[in-house]
């Protein structure tokens, strides 16, 4: 079975950091661009970055400068390293990896985490 299992997430101080982690289990032929997704309470999902898999990062504006997505291809594991994070980033995180893979016949298909909790609050 194709999944992504994320971990990370939890209560950070304002100021303070995190990482999230997401990696691909199963068997994955191909992985393209992997990112990371984040809904607040009441809101809209949104999409905070995105990595293509020749590492070139794409960020909203609301995290840029704060916030860094990198990944390990071998490990088929995308990161987010978040910095100086404000109130404004309390949210669920998801991760997302557009995958290649065979089970029956080839699917290809953008596969979603199961989501991750980050409170930001003193």
């Known amino acids: 079975q194709v999944q992504l299992v994320e971990s990370g997430g939890g209560v950070v101080q304002p100021g303070g950091s995190m990482r999230l982690s997401c990696a691909g289990s199963?068997?994955?032929?191909?992985?393209?661009?992997m990112g990371w997704h984040r809904q607040a309470p009441g809101k809209q999902r949104e999409l905070v970055a995105v990595?293509?898999?020749?590492?070139?990062?794409k960020y909203a504006d609301s995290v840029k400068g704060r916030f860094t997505i990198s990944r390990d291809n071998a490990q088929k594991t995308v990161y987010l390293q978040m910095s100086n994070v404000q109130p404004e980033d309390t949210a669920t995180y998801y991760c997302?990896?557009?995958?290649?893979?065979?089970?029956?016949?080839?699917?290809?298909?953008?596969?979603w985490g199961q989501g991750t909790l980050v409170t930001v609050s003193s």
């Open positions: 199963g068997r994955i032929s191909r992985v393209d661009d």
């Open positions: 997302t990896a557009d995958l290649l893979y065979y089970t029956e016949s080839w699917v290809a298909e953008r596969a």
């Open positions: 990595i293509s898999s020749d590492g070139s990062a």
